[in-house]
């Protein structure tokens, strides 16, 4: 059976096609101001990617934020559960997931079975998400793959006493005013992020091994800054931003019918 799982995240919405037991294809697409156009872009991508019409689909399980705005049909199961069937898959030894996205940050603990033993999210918050580093380096003009590459330059990163994106900004300024090194400001964000992620994982206890998804996984000063703070290694999955549509999918598959949350 084909199976899709869509999720639809705040700034991208990711699509997986799974057949016969494997993902087949992926997409990510800006979810912009139409969640409802963005599902069906990152569907239809990766059904023209196979070569398949919507109606070979067997069953879809849509997760994210807008994952009730769905326009096809699609049973909806949280991002919680969601990621830690998609890591588990991947990464079945992994026991703790940080998941850093656009305008959320959601740190889980998973037991060896691939279940949900206890999670917290920053939702309510920019600090602590991909959004926080977009504006500082928009603020900064600087493009965002050089602003995690300065990050990871950094050697001495400065201290930041605010993550408030409003607050944030000002001492940046005034950092650099007093001659701080740009990478040394940049590093010094990085660590305040990492920071705050790290408060939020002593909510449910950090247990290694530990992984990053979402788009924050791809930040090498952000892992840098995590491991760090942590003690410990993070892992990357091949394909991080992914890893929630791709559990969707395999719920559609092992739990194809309506009802309940699987117990994920």
């Not at 639809?8 to 800006?30: C, F």
């Not at 920019?126 to 926080?132: L, M």
Request: with cysteine; charged share 20%.
């Amino acid at each position: 059976m084909i199976a899709l799982g869509v999720d639809l995240g705040s700034r991208t919405t990711k699509a997986a096609l799974l057949a016969n037991g494997a993902i087949r294809r992926r997409a990510v697409v800006p979810t912009g101001w139409d969640p409802r156009a963005a599902a069906l872009r990152a569907r239809d991508a990766v059904l023209a990617e196979e070569g398949i019409a919507a109606p070979s689909i067997g069953a879809v399980v849509a997760t994210g934020y807008g994952r009730v705005t769905v326009p096809f049909e699609a049973r909806a199961v949280t991002e919680i559960t969601c990621h830690a069937a998609g890591l588990h898959r991947v990464l079945p030894e992994v026991r703790t997931v940080i998941d850093v996205g656009g305008q959320d940050c959601k740190v889980i603990r998973v037991d060896r079975f691939g279940l949900v033993a206890d999670f917290a999210m920053n939702d309510r918050c920019a600090a602590g998400t991909g959004r926080f580093l977009e504006f500082m380096a928009a603020g900064m003009e600087v493009p965002l793959p050089e602003f995690a590459r300065l990050g990871v330059e950094g050697q001495d990163p400065a201290d930041l006493s605010s993550i408030c994106t409003i607050f944030a900004e000002s001492e940046v300024l005034s950092l650099l005013a007093e001659g701080r090194a740009i990478p040394d400001v940049v590093a010094g964000l990085h660590r305040a992020i990492a920071r705050r992620i790290v408060a939020l994982a002593s909510g449910v206890g950090v247990a290694p091994p530990v992984a990053m998804t979402g788009g924050g996984a791809l930040n090498g000063a952000l892992r840098r800054h995590l491991a760090d703070l942590l003690r410990t290694e993070i892992l990357v999955p091949d394909h991080p931003q992914t890893i929630g549509a791709e559990g969707a999918a395999f719920l559609a598959l092992t739990h194809p019918g309506p009802g309940p949350e699987p117990p994920v």
